[in-house]
Nanobody, 120 residues
């Protein structure tokens, strides 16, 4: 089983930036990884995904502002978030799928989340 631990959340003003990290440990295998977020009273939404080969996909709401990446040597997933907006406020989670292809969307391992607050 893989263990995922997020970090890097915090409070930032609109237009600011944050970089989230997700450190993986345990039984690490090549798999689709993703960032998700959930705001109070809202459904969880997929923010970005990345395959073991580096293919990425983004929600329309974050395209051009967020970048997902990974450092295989460090077993760490990142989410660079630029030009943050108040509507980006949410708990952010990283997750690992049981498949390598992200289109399968079977995310079974989840971190505990890191809070992002965008407010002036």
């Amino acid at each position: 089983e893989v263990r995922l631990v997020e970090s890097g959340g915090g409070s930032v003003q609109p237009g600011g930036s944050l970089r989230l990290s997700c450190a993986a440990s345990g039984h690490i295998v090549p798999a689709c990884m993703g960032w998700f977020r959930q705001a109070p009273g809202k459904e969880r939404e997929e923010v970005a995904t990345i395959t073991p080969g580096g293919d990425t996909n983004y929600a329309d709401s974050v395209k051009g502002r967020f970048t997902i990446s990974k450092d295989n040597a460090k077993n760490t997933l990142y989410l660079q978030m630029n030009n943050l907006k108040p509507e980006d406020t949410a708990m952010y989670y990283c997750a690992q799928s049981i498949f390598q292809l992200c289109r399968e969307r079977r995310f079974t391992s989840w971190g505990q989340g890191t809070q992002v607050l965008v407010s002036s």
